[in-house]
Each structure stands twice: as structure tokens, then as C-alpha cells.
């Protein structure tokens, strides 16, 4: 008797195949930092850094929240004290003319400080009733300014509670008098940052741990609020590839345009605020609590 035997032979391809069908996209690296590149300390000499904002030169300008000072990185690598009394100001952003937007809490204002240091009051109430101490802002296109006012008691002020019932966000219409409220659902806003186009904002409720994104509307109003991550932050910005970093507790997480994770940059500290600087826009600059960091990268600040 015959036993006949037969032997499957599976095509190479098929095994290929299943090899990449179930390889970790964790494995497959970003692309958006420069090769071999590490965070760099450039100084930890401070007692809470915040509010990087970017000039039309490179330069970055930070804020030393606690001691009321803001310090300036230039494209040379050299660290400054560029202004002390700034009413404790915590997130900036420059403005078309040079000027350096903030939002100083010291008395809950907008400030306008000129390249000369001169301080101009923007915006000091809402409906006549004290801010709850603006946080972080983003200037449009048009001059608006789109700004966070969480509460955080501060130990320089006399009020314990807040004048305001909600946590909202606001817009500031360039030329106008007053800000309108375009939304207060929110457990605590913080980090905000407007799309290189200017269609989209996003907004970190920090105090729910989530991110959204919204349509902007051409009078400044919100539209099409959804969630885009299951993160909050403290402060935020977008590169030329539309992907967004968020800062938090240890180090600074990116997502791309779908809202996917695609890359942690670890810092021994917890992370308040980041921003591209250097004359190429490509250094990515790291407020993370007494220190500063920076970081070579393969995309641009927008």
C-alpha cells in the first residue's frame, strides 16, 4: 500500500505580507525631527518659564511667570532679559507690527508691549467684570485676538474667587473696545493656536484632559466644535505639516492632521508651552517649568 503525502508550499509573498500586515506603526519613526537631534538645556535658571512667542527674526521671547520677567533667545544662541515688570504676563504672541501681545494676569488685562517696552492696555474687563486671568492667546490674520481665561489663583491677588461664572474663551476684534465669548464649555481652557490658514482653531481644555478643534467664522465666531485629542496642555503650537504639539508632564506629544499620535519628545521637567524659533523657524523651542530646551528639527513653525 501507497501512502501518498502531499506538501503545500505557500508563495514567499504571502509570508511577506503577513510580516508587514502586523508590524507596530509605533516602530515606523515620525521624520519630523533632525537626525541623531536631542533636547539641548539652554538654562534652568528661572522659577516658571512660559508664553514663547517667535518675532519676525527668530528670536524667541519667553516669560518667567513668578518673578514678572520676560527674557529673550536670540537666533545666536544668546539668553537675555528683555523687560522685568510685565504684570506676570504668561502666554505672548507677536503682532504684524512687531509688537509683543500678552497676557498678563497680574490684573487680569491684555497688554500690547512695543519694541521699545512701552505698555499699552488692550483689554481690561469683560462686561465689567474682572477676567479670571488670561492664559495663553493667538492673533488672526485680520489682528483678532482669540484668548483662554482659565481660573488659577494667583498669590499676588486680593480676590479669592472669581468675578465670572465660566471658564471661556474669547475673541478680541482688532479695532474694537470689547471681546465676545465664542464658547465656555469647558472645565478649564489653557493652550490655544490658530491653523497656518486661519480656518481652524484648537483649544486644550486642560482641566478635562482633551484638545478640540473648531471652524473659525469670518466675524471670529466658533463653529463645528469635535474633539481631536484625548489630551489637554498648557500650551501649544502647530509646524508647516499641520501637526500639533501639546505639552504636559514629561515632555511634548504630536499629532498630525487626523488627530493621531505620531511622536513623544521627552523632557525631565513637565511641559508648559513650546513655539518654533531660528532663523529657519526649524529650532523647536520648550518652556518646561525652571528650564529651557531646544530641538533640532525637519519641520518649520508656521
Known amino acids: 500500500m501507497r ?66 520677567k520676560i527674557w529673550k533667545y536670540s537666533t545666536e544662541g544668546e539668553l537675555s532679559l528683555f523687560m522685568d515688570k510685565t504684570g506676570h504676563s504668561d502666554g505672548m504672541y507677536f503682532d504684524k507690527k512687531g509688537n509683543l501681545i500678552t497676557a498678563a494676569d497680574e490684573k487680569n488685562e491684555i497688554w500690547q508691549i512695543s519694541p521699545d517696552k512701552k505698555v499699552k492696555v488692550l483689554l481690561d474687563n469683560f462686561e465689567g467684570k474682572k477676567f479670571n486671568g488670561p492664559n495663553d492667546l493667538w492673533i488672526d490674520a485680520k489682528g483678532g485676538i482669540f484668548f483662554t481665561d482659565p481660573y488659577y489663583q494667583r498669590p499676588y491677588w486680593e480676590r479669592k474667587k472669581p468675578d465670572l461664572s465660566n471658564q471661556s474663551v474669547y475673541y478680541f476684534p482688532k479695532g474694537s473696545k470689547a471681546a465676545f465669548v465664542v464658547d465656555s464649555n469647558f472645565v478649564r ?108 528639527m525637519n519641520v518649520r513653525g508656521i
Open 3 to 68: 501512502i501518498l503525502i502531499l506538501i503545500v508550499l505557500f508563495p514567499l509573498t504571502i509570508w511577506n505580507l503577513s510580516a508587514s500586515t502586523f508590524k507596530n506603526p509605533q516602530d515606523e519613526k515620525s521624520g519630523i525631527i533632525a537626525e541623531n537631534a536631542k533636547p539641548v538645556l539652554i538654562s534652568d535658571q528661572f522659577k516658571f518659564t512660559e508664553g514663547p512667542a517667535v518675532n519676525k527674526n527668530g528670536d524667541v521671547f519667553f516669560t518667567d511667570i513668578v518673578e514678572g
Open 189 to 296: 481652557p489653557n493652550g490655544i493656536i490658530g491653523s497656518a490658514d486661519g480656518k481652524n482653531l484648537f483649544v486644550a481644555d486642560i482641566g478635562d484632559k482633551k484638545t478640540y478643534k473648531y471652524d473659525i467664522g469670518k466675524k471670529g465666531e466658533l463653529y463645528n466644535r469635535r474633539l481631536f485629542a484625548d489630551m489637554g496642555s498648557d500650551g501649544m503650537t502647530l509646524d508647516n505639516r499641520g501637526n500639533l504639539y501639546l505639552t504636559g508632564r514629561g515632555g511634548v506629544t504630536v499629532f498630525n492632521p487626523d488627530g493621531k499620535k505620531i511622536e513623544h519628545i521627552a523632557i525631565p521637567a513637565s511641559t508648559a508651552n513650546v513655539c518654533f524659533g531660528g532663523k529657519n523657524r526649524d529650532i523647536l523651542f520648550i518652556t518646561a517649568s525652571k528650564a529651557v530646551y531646544t530641538m533640532k
